[in-house]
């Protein structure tokens, strides 16, 4: 929200959450009804019990979800709550977009641009997802298009980008411990041998 507040000037938030009694009398008043404020924050469980207040009453310019992988499901009763709440723009934030297929991708896909992947058979078949064990892979072609697709729209951040203060990354090297003492050994017998060796010149000057 800070964020957002320092790229553009944001006039009202309304956060739109809480026990029953309370979502009443938020979605009853003229701010919200009469959508007067610029941002609407909700939850996930929010938008299950109240669906039909956004996807009937307004037409949304901007529906950001954070933890998006949790619509990885396009069958799930999440993923089709959020579809249908009618906006031109979608803007999803992870940092897990794929866990376990590629037809997950496909889900987030589907969220963002119905029109574009409208039907997921084309996109199962491309990928050879459903096919036999042994004769899955994935078609070339298609995957350069589809890594093409994927970087007109996502954008991708790094910690380090985000995070600022972080301390840059240091590597550490991990010594076994026979190493250890091998090391050790070698340095007391380069010391044995070094003060031996001192002791020696030091009896041959004194003989001089």
């Not at 794929?98 to 996109?123: C, G, K, T, Y």
């Not at 093409?148 to 995070?163: P, Q």
């Not at 090297?173 to 041998?193: E, G, N, Q």
Request: a positive charge.
């Amino acid at each position: 929200m800070r964020a957002h507040a320092a790229a553009a000037t944001v006039e009202k938030v309304v956060k739109l959450h809480g026990s029953a009694i309370e979502r009443d009398r938020l979605i009853s008043s003229d701010n919200v009804m009469f959508g007067n404020a610029d941002i609407y924050l909700t939850t996930y469980e929010t938008l299950a019990t109240e669906e039909a207040f956004f996807s009937s009453n307004f037409l949304w310019h901007t529906v950001v979800v954070d933890e998006g992988h949790r619509i990885k499901n396009d069958t799930g009763a999440l993923s089709k709550a959020l579809s249908r709440v009618k906006t031109p723009f979608r803007i999803l934030l992870t940092g897990t977009p794929l866990q376990n297929n590629l037809h997950e991708l496909w889900a987030l896909l589907n969220f963002m641009l119905p029109e574009i992947f409208e039907d997921s058979r084309v996109f199962d078949t491309a990928f050879n997802i459903n096919g036999p064990e042994r004769s899955r892979a994935i078609d070339t072609p298609m995957l350069v298009k589809a890594r093409k697709l994927l970087e007109a729209i996502m954008i991708r951040r790094v910690k380090s980008e985000v995070e600022k203060s972080l301390l840059p990354k240091k590597q550490v090297r991990r010594l076994s411990l026979s190493f250890f003492f091998f090391l050790a050994f070698f340095l007391s017998c380069f010391l044995a041998f070094l003060f031996a060796f001192k002791a020696m010149l030091a009896l041959k000057l004194c003989l001089l």
